[in-house]
């Protein structure tokens, strides 16, 4: 090796091998921001001038087809002292918190009890997370069916337990019911697998030590499994939180189409309102200033979870 | 592939009581997919009628030609191949570069820039579909297929996952000895990052296709009946022009069998992906 170092080499080749270092050190240093730069510009380009671009669009009067016009905060007031938008947040609210709660209550019984040793475990996770793998439009269409009211699957189930026949479409609660079940239906089986990864990265030695103490299975899902799931759970609150904020799809196609969301907005989400305002009416300035308070809402959510997340982990 | 595998673990054994309790949560999971076989082969007269059926009937073949000739199901089936295929690829391929730069690579500014790339995963896409759509218009793509695919060709998820898994799956040494023997950044992306890449490649491939095949809002805005996606024409299915429902559950059934299938082959890899995906937390 020193040998071969210590011979003497030609002025020339010298000279290219450094040009050609040279240039390798070139390249590799700019190799990352190759590599990384066709996700910024891309997010750049659909992602972060559009948001940006919404909330100029949402200081102007635009009709779809037409030029802008300048209107400050009128859309906005427009908004604020419109019952329609508040009939919007409030059903999306509520649609959020009957489609959220049950669903990562059940998800976490469900990634208990896919936590055993069993026969046929890829059976299971496979089948709890089909509905994931439907599409919005899919399932919702199956749904309506099963919830019609006259000649539906699940009024008929009712009927059998006695139980009167419920106008799944026209009730409110009722419709919200039904459009939350879609939601709950679909994400179940995902928010479950990912609580199962949760629970399967808490050490075995927590159970044991807290067996030896004398802890029964409740006592342990209660005081070792939750404890330990905590991250993980802020996490899948973050993620549906902002999931209910969008939800449109379903009460669109439950409606049978109709951005209305009912025909008294007893499910109109503000996502509808937004599609509604924008593309049936065509006044896209009043949906850009609906979803430029969408996006702060989601903004100020996210900021609460992490602040409430830092505490806790202070405190404990 | 050892990342994804399931870890083995020790102290709750199944009991009949489990079995029951899961046996029962798959059978509500997977009824609305039987239900949706029952009413897509049904005539329209016996779905109205009170009980409903329980059991398929013998019109599947001729509901789901009729649906086939209604809102455009073959063009729309065609299109989302293309849609979700050209995301697919290209969402998979720019993830990678960008993941394995975030995993193995120093450079100034990596620890800020991954984090921006993973806050923008917080952000819902839907938010921006005003200027979108008057970009598209703009650009004259307004209806066309690329104002469905421009915006998804690469997606942050995928960035986040390939990193996770690059991480783990990627030695340093592998690395080391590429440079020790010369091989330019291009060379050692293409002989030691891609091939050993390629199991989580395989997973957010399909995590992708899946999204994009039923991605919703931005295209039931972007396009129209005459050009739509599965998705689009589903929608306009379920929008009251077709009266027949066993034709509208064959619509259905045929927009939802390719991920379905997909599903079913590779079901196991998908459901690892997911809670490799999900570790982050």
């Not at chain 1, 990912?194 to 030896?212: H, T």
């Not at chain 1, 379903?250 to 209305?260: C, K, M, N, R, T």
């Not at chain 2, 029962?24 to 009170?50: D, G, I, K, N, W």
């Not at chain 2, 998979?92 to 800020?112: D, E, H, I, M």
Request: aromatic letters at 10%.
């Amino acid at each position: 090796m020193t040998l071969t170092l210590s011979r003497p080499e030609p002025a020339v080749v010298n000279g290219r091998r450094a040009r050609r270092s040279r240039l390798h050190a070139f390249e590799a240093r700019s190799a990352p921001y190759v590599y990384i730069a066709p996700f910024f510009l891309l997010f750049a380009a659909f992602g972060l001038f559009p948001l940006i671009d919404t909330a100029w669009i949402s200081l102007h009067r635009y009709r779809l087809g037409s030029s802008m016009s300048f209107i400050g905060l009128d859309n906005y007031a427009w908004l604020f002292t419109n019952p329609a938008f508040y009939n919007a947040l409030l059903k999306t609210f509520t649609i959020g918190v009957l489609s959220t709660v049950p669903q990562l209550l059940l998800a976490l019984g469900l990634a208990h009890l896919l936590n055993h040793r069993m026969r046929g475990r890829t059976f299971f996770r496979v089948a709890m997370l089909m509905p994931y793998a439907t599409s919005v439009a899919a399932a919702t269409l199956v749904f309506a069916q099963l919830f019609s009211r006259d000649a539906g699957l699940i009024n008929w189930l009712l009927g059998v337990v006695g139980v009167n026949p419920v106008d799944w479409r026209n009730g409110s609660w009722a419709a919200q019911i039904a459009i939350s079940s879609i939601i709950i239906w679909r994400w179940t089986g995902y928010n479950a697998l990912i609580y199962l990864a949760g629970m399967q990265s808490i050490s075995q030695d927590l159970y044991e030590a807290a067996a030896l103490d004398g802890a029964n299975a409740w006592q342990q899902f209660r005081h070792v499994t939750l404890p330990g799931l905590r991250p993980t759970i802020l996490f899948t609150i973050v993620v549906s939180t902002i999931g209910a904020s969008q939800v449109f799809g379903e009460p669109l196609i439950f409606g049978g189409g109709a951005a209305e969301g009912g025909a008294l907005g007893q499910y109109q989400t503000l996502g509808l309102f937004l599609y509604q305002q924008g593309w049936q009416i065509g006044q896209l300035g009043r949906a850009a200033a609906v979803a430029w308070v969408m996006f702060l809402m989601i903004v100020v959510l996210v900021l609460v979870n992490s602040a409430l997340a830092r505490r806790r982990e202070r405190a404990a | 592939m050892t990342v994804f595998a399931p870890r083995s673990h020790g102290l709750l054994v199944a009991g009949p009581r489990t079995y029951a309790a899961l046996t029962a949560t798959a059978l509500v999971f997977l009824l609305p997919f039987y239900y949706l076989v029952v009413a897509a082969s049904r005539p329209m007269a016996e779905m109205a009628q009170s009980p409903p059926p329980l059991t398929p009937g013998p019109l599947l073949f001729s509901n789901v030609a009729k649906a086939l000739d209604q809102q455009n199901i073959g063009l729309a089936l065609v299109n989302s191949l293309v849609v979700a295929g050209v995301i697919t690829l290209s969402t998979v391929l720019l993830c990678t570069l960008a993941g394995y730069a975030f995993a193995k690579l120093r450079f100034r500014g990596r620890g800020p820039l991954f984090a921006l790339a993973v806050g923008t995963m917080m952000i819902p896409p839907s938010l921006g579909v005003v200027p979108l759509y008057s970009l598209m218009v703009a650009l004259g793509l307004a209806g066309s297929l690329a104002s469905v695919v421009l915006p998804s060709l690469v997606a942050a998820f995928g960035v986040f996952f390939m990193r996770q898994y690059l991480v783990q799956a990627l030695p340093d040494e592998l690395l080391d000895a590429a440079k020790v023997d010369g091989a330019t950044a291009l060379r050692t992306v293409w002989s030691v990052v891609l091939p050993i890449a390629r199991p989580g490649m395989a997973v957010l491939g399909m995590l992708t296709f899946m999204t994009a095949w039923n991605d919703f809002f931005w295209p039931v805005i972007a396009l129209d009946t005459t050009n739509p996606t599965v998705q689009v024409a589903l929608a306009a299915l379920g929008g009251g022009y077709v009266p027949d429902t066993g034709v509208i559950m064959a619509g259905t059934l045929v927009g939802t069998l390719p991920v379905v299938v997909v599903f079913l082959l590779l079901g196991r890899q998908i459901v690892g992906g997911i809670v490799a995906g999900a570790v982050k937390a």
